[in-house]
């Protein structure tokens, strides 16, 4: 299927009425910056450990901001590969007693749930991925879909927002560190690789490409 294919679909289940400005920025779809920690590189057999996403409000002048995180610690799926590397990497402890991790069908559902309630508030059918480096947090996000067999997935199944492309486009920089540090953003390495503090650092780059673009003009109004 193409993309216009899926969207004209999608477009199908939308409303004549006016739209939320969230919705016209964006063509219908609501960014969510998706952030994940794994057992390696390899979505269909490496471990889902970490998983959070931070939605996206719009204030009454058109500018974004990071709104609500929701983060899970996952369980390993039944046969997951866990490098050790991978460990040494995130500081995850798997034993550790207040790790306190759930299944990936209840994190990925108390997710969607959570997200469908900002895609309705906001007037939009369908939420996009923002991820630094999307492509992998994506990969990894329909892999646990597909192996929890979930049928109300409300992310677009292959578009993304990348902020490392963005990032470089704006700031010259790609890594994460380094696109906030360059952007004003604090930013201590210390947190680094913690599902939820690289979601809401990720989320304020994001916004503040996007709201840096509008201050020059770069998109004006909320007409399409």
């Known amino acids: 299927m193409s993309e216009e294919q899926y969207e004209d679909d999608q477009e199908q289940s939308g409303s004549s009425g006016p739209r939320h400005p969230m919705a016209a920025r964006f063509r219908g779809y609501l960014p969510v910056v998706v952030d994940v920690e794994t057992g390696g590189f390899n979505s269909a057999t490496d471990a889902l450990l970490e998983i959070a996403a931070t939605t996206i409000g719009m204030d009454e002048s058109g500018f974004l901001y990071p709104d609500h995180t929701h983060f899970f610690r996952v369980e390993p799926f039944e046969g997951a590969n866990i490098e050790q ?99 004003g953003i604090e930013f201590d390495g210390r947190e680094a690789h913690s599902a939820r503090y690289d979601t809401e650092k990720t989320a304020e780059l994001f916004c503040g490409i996007v709201n840096r673009w509008k201050e020059m003009g770069g998109w004006e109004d909320f007409d399409e």
């Open 85 to 183: 590397a991978a460990l040494e990497f995130t500081g995850i402890k798997l034993d550790h007693p207040l790790r306190m991790a759930v299944s990936e069908e209840h994190a990925l559902t108390e997710i969607f749930r959570g997200l469908r309630k900002s895609l309705k508030a906001n007037g939009c059918k369908r939420a996009i991925l923002v991820g630094h480096n999307s492509s992998f947090d994506l990969g990894f996000l329909n892999a646990a879909v597909a192996r929890c067999d979930l049928k109300r997935n409300p992310f677009h199944p292959f578009s993304s927002f990348d902020t490392a492309s963005l990032a470089g486009l704006a700031y010259g920089q790609t890594v994460l560190a380094k696109a906030c540090q360059a952007a």
